[in-house]
């Protein structure tokens, strides 16, 4: 079965901090792997990498996709209390579904 | 370019009612997914149309249903509501139905009393 699974499944960490998100799959047929944040609303789309575009960055967020390990890290340089949120891995596999991972809970503390 | 729309943001029902939810994609975008979000389960998907027609669904038994207009506009319906249908019921839309990024609307938070 098709299966996403984020880790860590919370973290705190002071701001200024650099964080790293992990996600990782067991999906037959993988097509794309996607980055959400999720605060009090609906999940705000971050990065999608594919087999041609393995690593994606904007500002001081980051996402490589390692297609040997079956997994990709979310990185957050500089943190700040706004990136505070719920992050969701999704990954499309070969019948087009997303398949959402639970998500890592990140706060950062002031 | 405006974002997705649903309606309503909240809803109250009790248990045997039925429910339709709506969702606007945005401008452009032809393909809509509908997905289930509770605590205990985390993000679910439901179906995904393109198109007016059903392209994918998920494990979800046959009282949750869908469809979509020729403006790609769609609804979702959950007929004989029980309890544990409670939960943010989120649309996402997108340029066409493979392969491309998703953008979610703000969901409608369904109670079932």
């Known amino acids: 079965e098709d299966k996403v699974v984020q880790s860590p499944l919370s973290l705190v960490v002071h701001e200024g901090d650099t964080v790293t998100l992990n996600c990782s799959y067991e999906?037959?047929?993988?097509?794309?792997l996607l980055w959400y944040k999720q605060e009090k609303k609906a999940p705000t789309f971050l990065f999608m990498l594919?087999?041609?575009?393995i690593e994606k960055k904007s500002g001081r967020l980051s996402s490589i996709l390692d297609k040997k390990e079956l997994s990709s890290i979310l990185n957050i340089t500089a943190t700040q209390t706004g990136d505070s949120a719920i992050y969701l891995c999704?990954?499309?596999?070969?019948?087009?579904?997303?398949?959402f991972g639970t998500g890592t809970r990140l706060t950062i503390i002031p | 370019k405006a974002g997705v729309t649903q309606t309503p943001r909240y809803l109250i029902k009790t248990r045997g009612q039925q429910v339709t939810l709506s969702c606007s994609p945005i401008?452009?975008?032809?393909?809509v997914s509908w997905y289930q979000q509770t605590p205990g389960q985390g993000l679910q998907f439901l179906f995904e149309?393109?198109?007016?027609?059903?392209?994918n669904k998920g494990n979800f038994p046959g009282r949750f249903s869908g469809r979509q207009f020729s403006n790609s506009r769609s609804e979702m319906n959950v007929s004989t509501l029980e309890l544990g249908d409670s939960a943010l019921y989120l649309c996402?839309?997108?340029?066409?139905?493979?392969?491309?990024?998703?953008?979610f609307g703000p969901g409608t938070r369904l109670t079932v009393t």
């Open positions: 149309y393109f198109s007016e027609t059903q392209r």
């Open positions: 996402a839309s997108s340029l066409i139905w493979q392969n491309y990024e998703q953008y």
């Open positions: 999906v037959t047929n993988f097509r794309s």
């Open positions: 594919t087999s041609s575009g």
């Open positions: 999704a990954v499309r596999f070969g019948n087009e579904k997303l398949t």
């Open positions: 401008s452009g975008h032809r393909s």
